[in-house]
């Protein structure tokens, strides 16, 4: 059964400054997708970035990139230039190959909750 | 475009009742997705359903259940709540269930 982790329950980082938020999961499968999603205290959740497994090339979205480490299985999320609209807490998900019932499972990650210091 | 909605936004109920929670999708999306997230389980997969038909399923009891309209508006319904019930439900949609998920604001179901 494929498993996400997110070691770090809690982070925090100065304004202007850069973070990582690690992730690592678990898996036999090739062909999978990997999401990190940001949840502000509003609680809405919001797409931050996607990355295809197939795909070398680090994904990148404006301050935001990953370090796609396909053999290792980790998939860690870089904040540039932090801000303090980035406080939120953060979830790596897992998005499996296709099933018998034509869908696809997600697992996600127990959070990340950043903290962004003025 | 406008995004995903879940109603009512909060919710109280008492342990034994019946509550249902109501999704609905982007417009277009034909896949809807729900998931119970509570502090110490983080989120949880209930169930999708696509084409109005429950496509997965998460471990939960009967007591969970939900189903689809033909305009793709979904609704879940938990009966005789217990206290662990308590939790946000999530709702995503998607295009199809292999696009991205785009997550509703929740529902915060609070169990008396």
């Known amino acids: 059964a494929q498993t996400v982790t997110q070691s770090q329950p809690e982070m925090s980082v100065q304004e202007a400054e850069t973070v990582t938020l690690s992730c690592t999961y678990d898996?036999?499968?090739?062909?999978?997708?990997l999401f990190w999603y940001k949840q502000p205290p509003s609680r809405q959740m919001i797409l931050v970035i996607r990355?295809?497994?197939?795909?070398?090339q680090n994904a990148t979205e404006n301050r935001f990139s990953v370090n796609f480490q396909k053999a290792a299985k980790s998939f860690s999320l870089k904040i540039s230039d932090s801000q303090l609209g980035d406080a939120a807490m953060y979830f790596c998900a897992y998005r499996s190959s296709i099933l018998s019932s034509g869908t696809y499972k997600y697992i996600f990650g127990t959070g990340t909750r950043l903290k962004v210091l003025a | 475009k406008a995004g995903v909605t879940q109603t009512p936004r909060y919710l109280i109920k008492t342990r034994g009742q019946q509550v249902t929670l109501s999704c609905s999708p982007i417009?277009?999306?034909?896949?809807v997705s729900w998931y119970q997230q509570t502090p110490g389980q983080g989120l949880q997969f209930l169930f999708e359903y696509f084409s109005e038909t429950q496509r997965n399923k998460g471990n939960f009891p009967g007591r969970f259940s939900g189903r689809q309209f033909s305009n793709s508006r979904s609704e879940m319904n938990v009966s005789t709540l217990e206290l662990g019930d308590s939790a946000l439900y999530l709702c995503?949609?998607?295009?199809?269930?292999?696009?991205?998920?785009?997550f509703g604001p929740g529902t915060r179901l609070t169990v008396l």
């Open positions: 898996t036999s499968e090739s062909d999978y997708y």
């Open positions: 990355q295809e497994a197939y795909k070398q």
């Open positions: 995503a949609s998607s295009l199809d269930p292999a696009d991205t998920q785009y």
């Open positions: 417009s277009g999306h034909r896949s």
